[in-house]
């Protein structure tokens, strides 16, 4: 594999992503003042376990501040006990926090870097799909906040992303599925992804997702750089997360086979109200069940869509949904009529 080098450009901060094999080798080198100037790592429970050798080989010498894997664990607790060990480390202005695991590291990571002495560089490395496709690119950060998903954030680009396809082989199967629901939304946006997994016989093949990562990252940047600030044209990347979260909210599955489902039904809620092409949302229905492995559709009782923070207005919604291909629409509905089409496309799709 070689090495490729995106730069995601947004607002005032240039990120540079690496995708490339030995990425932890690669950062010590082109880092040697990480011993000098102070540096932590941040990682959980999980992925140092599995690495701890990795990281000792690589970055060995610098202090590790694990924190409990899970995203119960995004919590201001997390955060501010990471920056209590930030500062046990003696990290100065020109120190550097290395945010290695996945979106949820990432994510806490970004935030307490931008907190730290008004904000200190941060390097990270992601260690699932999701991360490397997604939420390592863009410079979202955030934690959760009293029951509210990411209430509490900045944006707060890192100076580097080192992405290796190594990590991707202690996944789970279903982080396997948590990226490729981001990847079939790129799809949806983006025409060369979609055309490259409609002719992969299996998604999950590791060498396959390794390869496509680059792509989807550069899709990513092109956005972020338009419209760093989530302003207008960032929106689309919400495509399908409308129903998503409100199905996460109610059954239990995990937020890549939510968003396969969302872009599922909103697809059909999309051939409803807007001018659609009707061949390119089967082609898109058909992709997400694959990636999807045909699971049973979840219980749509109880949706909690009325909770997302993106909706407009008291008592509607306002969804993304794919109507062709890269082409997406806001569609804004009452609350009730939406609860309603959702269980009557549920109905339909049993
Ligand atoms: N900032 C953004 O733009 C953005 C975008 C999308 C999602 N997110 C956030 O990302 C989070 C989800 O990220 P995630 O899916 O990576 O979840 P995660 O960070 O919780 O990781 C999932 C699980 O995989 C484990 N893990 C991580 N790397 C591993 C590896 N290489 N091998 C084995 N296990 C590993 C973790 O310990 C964890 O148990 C959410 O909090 C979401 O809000 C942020």
Redesign the pocket.
């Known amino acids: 594999m070689k090495t490729v080098r995106i730069r995601v450009r947004g607002g005032a901060a240039t990120s540079t992503v690496f995708c490339r094999k030995h990425a932890l080798k690669a950062l010590q080198a082109s880092h040697p003042e990480l011993q000098t100037a102070g540096a932590l790592i941040f990682t959980?429970?999980?992925?140092f376990s599995?690495?701890k050798g990795k990281i000792g080989r690589t970055l060995g010498g610098l202090p590790v501040f694990a924190m409990p894997?899970?995203?119960e664990h995004?919590t201001e607790k997390t955060l501010f006990s990471l920056l209590t060990a930030m500062k046990e480390a003696g990290l100065r202005r020109n120190s550097t926090l290395i945010a290695l695991?996945?979106?949820?590291?990432?994510?806490i990571g970004?935030l307490a870097a931008s907190l730290y002495m008004r904000g200190i560089r941060c390097i990270q490395v992601?260690?699932?799909l999701?991360?490397q496709v997604?939420?390592a690119?863009?410079g979202?950060?955030?934690i959760?906040f009293e029951g509210v998903?990411?209430l509490i954030g900045a944006f707060y680009p890192p100076q580097e992303v080192y992405v290796d396809p190594v990590?991707?082989h202690?996944?789970?199967h279903t982080?396997l599925k948590?990226?490729l629901g981001?990847i079939v939304k790129h799809g949806a946006l983006y025409a060369p992804i979609f055309a490259r997994l409609n002719a992969q016989p299996d998604l999950f093949d590791l060498d396959f997702l390794a390869g496509i990562v680059p792509e989807n990252v550069a899709f990513k940047a092109s956005i972020v750089k338009q419209d760093p600030f989530e302003q207008g044209l960032r929106r689309c990347l919400n495509l399908g997360h409308t129903t998503a979260h409100a199905i996460e909210l109610t059954s239990g599955l995990s937020?890549?086979e939510c968003v396969l489902w969302g872009l599922i039904f909103e697809s059909k809620l999309a051939a409803r109200h807007c001018s659609v092409d009707e061949a390119f949302l089967r082609e898109l229905t058909l992709l997400a069940q694959r990636a999807l492995e045909a699971e049973a559709l979840p219980p749509l009782t109880a949706l909690s869509a009325r909770f997302d923070k993106k909706n407009t207005a008291e008592g509607r919604v306002t969804l993304t949904v794919p109507v062709a291909a890269q082409k997406y629409e806001l569609l804004e509905l009452p609350f009730a009529q939406y609860e309603e089409e959702l269980k009557k496309i549920g109905e339909e799709l049993c």
Do not use: I, Q
């Not at 959980?44 to 992925?47: E, F």
């Not at 695991?101 to 994510?107: Q, R, Y």
């Open positions: 959980d429970t999980n992925v599995l690495y894997a899970g995203e995004k695991g996945g979106g949820v590291v990432g994510d970004g992601p260690t699932t999701l991360s997604d939420s690119v863009g979202k950060t955030a959760d998903k990411n990590f991707l202690t996944l789970p982080a948590c990226g981001e937020h890549g």
